[in-house]
């Protein structure tokens, strides 16, 4: 078995055939930044993203793209997916008449905040009062959410000292 075999598909570019057109709209309260995965998978930074704000973007079918939250590293969403993969200009044209439209129009791609459970929202808010992550095992509350909320985003400061 090969390498990527044992570890899965690796989320990247595979060609630029055909063009997608597309004006990326965040429609959340927060900063996110646009990132395009390349051809051997790595994340490509395309700059940030205000609230409100949109960003027009000449891409390709196959190149996916992923939205991250500046301030807590959490992706977000495109149609319930937290990749999109923007679908080629011509489709949206393929049921009208043959006649092709003088401009192309841009493909409005609507960024969303996840789901989250109770559990996750739950974390996020007990998250934010800790002054440093090691605090979270100080918590009288089960191992495992001890250790969830320790290891996830946004990182605190490393206390100094170790735990009393």
Known sequence: MDENQQRGPILRSL?????SFVRFINT??????????DYQGQAVNYGDLAAGGSREMNTFH???WIFINKETGVRYMVDQRDVYFPAPWFLKYE????????RIERTNVYIR???FTLQELSLRVIKNCLTYDSHAFLLDIPRSL???LYSMLPR???HSRALS
């Open 15 to 19: 060609n630029s055939q055909h063009e």
């Open 28 to 37: 959340t309260p927060h900063v996110i930044t646009l990132y395009w995965m």
């Open 62 to 64: 196959t190149h996916p």
């Open 95 to 102: 049921d009208r008449p043959r006649d092709l439209p003088r």
């Open 113 to 115: 905040l996840p789901m």
């Open 146 to 148: 001890q250790i969830e």
């Open 156 to 158: 605190k400061p490393r």
